[in-house]
Structures are given as structure tokens and as C-alpha cells.
């Protein structure tokens, strides 16, 4: 128990920059105060004391803003920062070395008794002010973006941002490159178009950049097969299309 307490503090040196001391944890860090007192309420909710459990758990949340249910299962090194606003429900599951920021609820969308709120793996960071609600798990390693709402099973590893809850593709960035590689070799300037901005003219052009860029590889992959087979690949020379002046038929 008092070895489970020790790791409850020191995981927070890790996970909080501005944490000082342990004395300094053990007397001003209402997160280590909450997952404190929920250990005890939860020895007491499994030994059939629920109401004093209950109560207890109660107590915790007057003095520290967090709920926790007593019945919810709690891994090792958990750390809540912050933590006012946090809502943990009674069948929620959090694995090891997971940590919540404050305003996070693991919370249900259904008034039937029997699993109905997430289960984190393990070290699984949920931002602040997110909410993961209903019996849906959330794999190891995945985090889980400030004020999005998950309502879908989150792969393990995987990064999810927004209301619903959407993973960031992962490819996004590095295509993202490719795409403005291929933007500034034919002198256009994509002007860093999301797919969150709607703006369908840049969003065919990024469409167009994809495909040049996939016509590109197929091109190099051609040559090299052409190459090893002794069949000699005499490319003409591209012009240089970003030294091109656009005819818009007005002198420019
Ligand atoms: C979700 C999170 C983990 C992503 O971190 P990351 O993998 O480093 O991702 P990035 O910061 O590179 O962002 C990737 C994209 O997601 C967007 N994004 C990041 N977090 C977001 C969020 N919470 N909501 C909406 N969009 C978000 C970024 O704007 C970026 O979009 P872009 O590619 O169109 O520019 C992180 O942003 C987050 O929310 N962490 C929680 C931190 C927190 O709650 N701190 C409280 C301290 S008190």
C-alpha cells in the first residue's frame, strides 16, 4: 500500500514540471489527495461499506473538486493535474501510468446499471476538459486531445482531437510536406490549407499536388525497372515550371 502511495507521488516529478517536492505534493496537489482517498473508499466500496465509501469519496470531492466513484478501478502512477471538474463513474477502468488533466469526465450516456462508462489502457494522457463517455475503450498509449468528446473506441497509440472525437492521421504531416514539395517545385503556393478549411478550390489543387506526386513516383519506379532491365530511359529535360509566368492574358 505504502509502496503503491510512493509511486502516486514520484510519478508526478515525471508528468508535472512545476512540481518541486514531496512535501509539496503531499500537502498542495488535490489530484494526489483525490487518488489518495480513492484507494481507501475503494478498499471500503469492495468490502460491501458502500455507503461509507460513498461518503468518503464525497468528502474528496468537497476538498479537492474531483469525483472519483469508489467503484471505479484505478491502475498505478495515476495523476490527475489539476484536476478540478474531473468525473470519474462508477464502472469506469484507468490502466497504469495514465494521466487526466482537470474538467475530464469518463462518464456514461446511458441510466442502465452495468458497464456503461470507458476504460483507459495503460499510460493513456486524456486532456484538459476532454470527455469519454460510454463503455468504450481507449487503448494503451493513446492520448486524447484538450475539450474533445469520444464517444468510439480509440486504437492504441492513436491521437484524437475534436467533438466527435476523430484520430489525427498520423501520415497527415508527412504528406503534408510531400504535398508543399510538390507545391514549390511547380510554383504554387498551397498556403498551408487544411482539410479542416474548406475551401474548394485549394482543396482540388491539394488533390492535383497527390496525384502529381503519386505520378512522380510511378515515373521514378518506370525508370529504375526500364534501368534494370538494359533499357536505356533518355529523359527529356523538364522546364523548370516554377520559373513560368502564368498568361492570364493581361500582360503578366
Ligand atoms: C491532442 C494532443 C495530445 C496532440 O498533440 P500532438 O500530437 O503534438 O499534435 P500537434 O500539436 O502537432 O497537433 C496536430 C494537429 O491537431 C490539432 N490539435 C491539437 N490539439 C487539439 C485539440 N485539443 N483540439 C483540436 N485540435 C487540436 C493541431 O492544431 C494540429 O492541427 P494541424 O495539423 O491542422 O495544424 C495535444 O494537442 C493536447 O490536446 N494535449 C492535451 C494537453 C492539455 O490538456 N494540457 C493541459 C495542461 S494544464
Redesign the pocket.
Known sequence: MLDRIKEDIYCIFARDPAAQSVFEIVTAYPGFHAILIHRLSHQLWNRRFRWLGRFISHLARWLTGIEIHPGAVIGRRFFI??GMGVVIGETAVIGDDCTL??GVTLGGISWKKGKRHPTLGNNV??????KILGPIEVGDGA??????VVLKNVPAGA????IPGHI?NPD??AQ?AQRQAIASKIGFDAYGQ???MPDPVAHAINHMLNHIQLLDEQIACLKLVLQQNGIDFKQKPLPDISNCQLDLGNGT
Request: hydrophobic content about 30%; charged content about 20%.
Open positions: 493535474d489539476h488533466y482537470h494522457v486524456v486532456g484538459a476538459g476532454a492520448r486524447i486531445g484538450s475539450n474533445s491521437t484524437v482531437i475534436g489525427i497527415r504531416k503534408e487544411t482539410p479542416d
